[in-house]
């Protein structure tokens, strides 16, 4: 899968006449004299003595400043204060990648999260992880692909797709990716298949039944010396009909489209063998808003 929604001087001039670089005050190149208090010719005030008043104006200013600034970081408020659907949108600063603060993953089932908040967020983040799961490389193999199935679906679908999907990933289409039959890589070689969700947006819901789409960049192919399908992306976006089912969002249903695709990069390609080490290395996420 490939997923995409959702970032970006100054001169001051100099003049007056502080520019005589020789200046002793102000480019004037004279010396003050002061001259004793009361003189009649040049009279000079005294600076008035600040009073205790004036600190204690400043002390309250910085008062006012520390707990306007500690208040606008404070980060959305508990998760009561958190209004579901449509009003979440709607209010103010809200975006569409914007947390709301409230927390709408609770659990995993197995090492996919569940326990989604049973609003537009929580269908959303159920949404961006599903796509996650059904894009793993994990799918290619035919006991964890049902075990995501289950994890994904309601159970009627689940049912519905466990024989189309096993048919889909046939032998022949496991070896045109340079797998075997048991969709195992070759020894010294590393399958790598990934889902990066980069935005969801809400198309309809209610309170049973959510459509959501997943803009996403995918990595697919094979890394290792003799590989002819070597690790490239795509972009595309999958649409997921979801239902509210057994105290968790599933999947229904869905589609995919191609796009929408940014111009490509100019980052060199890397060698085989960091790829198949930064797959290691680096773990994927759990989506939540």
């Known amino acids: 899968m490939n997923p995409g929604d959702e ?3 100054r001169s001051a001039d100099r003049g007056g006449r502080s520019d005589d670089p020789y200046s002793t005050l102000g480019g004037t190149r004279q010396t003050r004299t002061r001259l004793p208090d009361g003189d009649a010719g040049h009279p000079q005030a005294r600076r008035p003595v600040r009073t205790s008043r004036s600190l204690v104006m400043i002390v309250g200013v910085v008062v006012l400043l520390i707990a306007a600034i500690a208040f606008a970081n404070r980060g959305g408020g508990s998760d009561d204060d958190a209004s579901p ?3 979440d949108r709607e209010s103010a600063g809200s975006g569409p990648t914007a947390a709301t603060g409230t927390k709408p993953v609770q659990g995993k089932n197995g090492t996919i999260a569940s326990g989604f908040a049973r609003d537009e967020q929580g269908a959303q983040s159920a949404a961006a992880n599903y796509a996650v799961a059904l894009g793993s490389a ?6 964890s692909r049902h075990r995501i199935l289950d994890a994904v679906y309601t159970p009627e679908a689940a049912d519905r797709l466990r024989a189309p999907q096993d048919q889909a990933y046939s032998p ?3 070896a045109r990716l340079g797998l075997d039959p048991e ?11 990934r889902t990066v969700p980069v935005g969801t947006k809400v198309l309809a819901f209610d309170h049973d039944t959510a459509k959501v789409a997943v803009w996403y960049t995918g990595l697919i192919g094979m890394s290792g010396q003799d590989s002819t399908k070597p690790v490239s992306t795509s972009w595309k976006t999958w649409t997921a009909q979801l239902a509210w089912s057994g105290g968790d969002w599933k999947v229904t249903g869905g589609s995919e489209s191609d796009g929408p695709a940014p111009v490509p990069g100019d980052v060199p390609a890397s060698p085989s063998d960091t790829i198949s080490k930064v797959v290691e290395e680096y773990g994927g996420f759990t989506y939540a808003r």
């Open 7 to 9: 970032h970006d001087y």
């Open 183 to 193: 969709g195992n890589a070759p020894k010294g070689s590393t399958f790598i298949s």
């Open 138 to 143: 994990e799918m290619f193999t035919k006991e």
């Open 172 to 174: 022949e289409f496991l």
């Open 85 to 87: 659907g449509a009003k």
